[in-house]
Antibody, heavy 120, light 106 residues
Framework: QVQLQESGPGLVKPSQTLSLTCTVS??????????WSWIRQHPGKGLEWIGY???????YYNPSLKSRVTISVDTSKNQFSLKLSPVTAADTAVYYC????????????WGQGTLVTVSS | DIQMTQSPSSLSASVGDRVTIACRAS??????LNWYQQKPGKAPKLLIY???TLQSGVPSRFSGTGSGTDFTLTISSLQPEDFATYHC????????FGPGTKVDIK
């Protein structure tokens, strides 16, 4: 079955760029009906959708983060990536990647999540 | 922009209890509502999609109802492994989650 795994630095300095990659295994990222997504969760808080990308490269972002977010896809590596810049301490969160779509749009499966701390 | 609310924000229950969690959308979302379960330190897990369809492998004690703006997740007989946080998510427009409901042990 499809599995997702996040990777990237766990510590980022304020004003710099947060960069994460999600590697998809067990299926092709070029599957026709899925959007590849990033979601974050601040400590002790709810889930916040960041954005998603279609394999063609079309992107959709949360308006509250749009000015700072870039999501890209590398179909040859079966990966997609998140860049968030510039970051502040308020961007400290667990970042998840997930597949979105199907006949009824839903997030499934999810990666295990990775904690990114923004601190000098 | 569709806002999602959940009630209660937390509840305490005992094994065997029937538990009901409500989710409300700020405008009609038809049946475009998903439920997720999240345990501490783990990623959310899809339980129910399209308001009432049980995800494969999810126990039948979980059920979902509702349409329009008001939705309910019910656990018919709470089991020890069900103590977790439950999130609703609307898929009618760009995704938005509710704030979550934490179910803990009474």
């Amino acid at each position: 079955q499809v599995q997702l795994q996040e990777s990237g630095p766990g510590l980022v300095k304020p004003s710099q760029t947060l960069s994460l990659t999600c590697t998809v295994s067990g299926g092709s990222i070029s599957g026709a009906i899925y959007y590849w997504s990033w979601i974050r969760q601040h400590p002790g808080k709810g889930l916040e959708w960041i954005g998603y990308i279609y394999h063609s490269g079309s992107t959709y972002y949360n308006p509250s983060l749009k000015s700072r977010v870039t999501i890209s896809v590398d179909t040859s590596k079966n990966q997609f990536s998140l860049k968030l810049s510039p970051v502040t301490a308020a961007d400290t969160a667990v970042y998840y990647c997930a597949r979105y779509g199907g006949n009824d749009n839903r997030f499934d499966p999810w990666g295990q999540g990775t904690l990114v701390t923004v601190s000098s | 922009d569709i806002q999602m609310t959940q009630s209660p924000s937390s509840l305490s229950a005992s094994v065997g209890d029937r538990v009901t969690i409500a989710c409300r959308a700020s405008q009609s979302i038809s049946m475009s509502l998903n439920w997720y379960q999240q345990k501490p330190g783990k990623a959310p897990k899809l339980l129910i999609y399209a308001a009432s369809t049980l995800q494969s492998g999810v126990p039948s004690r979980f059920s979902g109802t509702g349409s329009g703006t008001d939705f309910t997740l019910t656990i018919s007989s709470l089991q020890p492994e069900d103590f977790a946080t439950y999130h609703c998510q609307q898929s009618y427009t760009t995704p938005r989650f509710g704030p979550g409901t934490k179910v803990d042990i009474k």
